[in-house]
């Protein structure tokens, strides 16, 4: 699946790096080396961008739990607020019910691809930003029922100014 990717993703974000080391009959392990935090620098850049962001409701979609679970810390991190569906149908049924500012959705999903849902979603609330998330390197670019196509992995920095913009 995805985790490595998503693992990186989350280590590069934080400047860190992983090494691998692997023997056959033997294992293997992963080593991940961060640089050291610098809280007052941390603390006040945070505060900063704080007050200029807008906060978002925001419906993560994924087949892959990990993915969820980590898009979900680290969007909650940034101060939105976050529900989770596991499939397109769950998703259809969570938009029928509640209002979103904006959806993330995986492309290759089972049942219905990120790109069907954004579809039907585009369809019922045409104004709904709609972000396409993808390991795929051949999935074309934002389209009409698309508003934007960020790659995985990805860092939340990028994620972060893709919610500003759209919003």
């Known amino acids: ?23 056959p009959g033997r294992g293997t392990r992963f080593i991940l080396t961060f640089p050291p935090a610098k809280p007052d620098e941390a603390a006040s ?10 906060q978002a409701h925001i419906l993560v979609v994924d087949d892959e739990e990990m993915v969820r ?3 979900s810390k680290l969007l909650t991190l940034k101060g939105h607020t976050i529900e989770l569906a596991a499939s397109g149908a769950e998703a259809l049924a969570l938009v029928a019910q509640t209002s979103y500012d904006l ?3 995986d ?12 579809r ?5 609330h045409p104004a709904l930003p709609i972000v396409l998330l993808t390991g795929d390197t051949e ?6 029922d698309v508003s934007t196509v960020v790659a995985k992995p990805f860092k939340i920095d ?3 100014a893709v919610i500003q913009e759209l919003l």
């Not at 999935?139 to 009409?144: E, F």
Request: net charge negative; aromatic share 4%.
């Open 139 to 144: 999935v074309g670019d934002a389209v009409d």
């Open 158 to 160: 990028q994620l972060e």
């Open 69 to 71: 679970s980590v898009l």
């Open 103 to 105: 959806v993330f959705t």
């Open 45 to 54: 850049l945070e505060e900063k961008t704080a007050t200029s962001r807008k």
């Open 107 to 118: 492309h290759g999903m089972p049942g219905m691809s990120g790109r069907e849902l954004a």
């Open 1 to 23: 699946g995805m985790g490595l990717a998503v693992s990186y993703g989350i280590v590069q974000e934080h400047e860190g790096a992983i090494t691998v080391e692997s023997t």
């Open 120 to 124: 039907t979603l585009r369809a019922h």
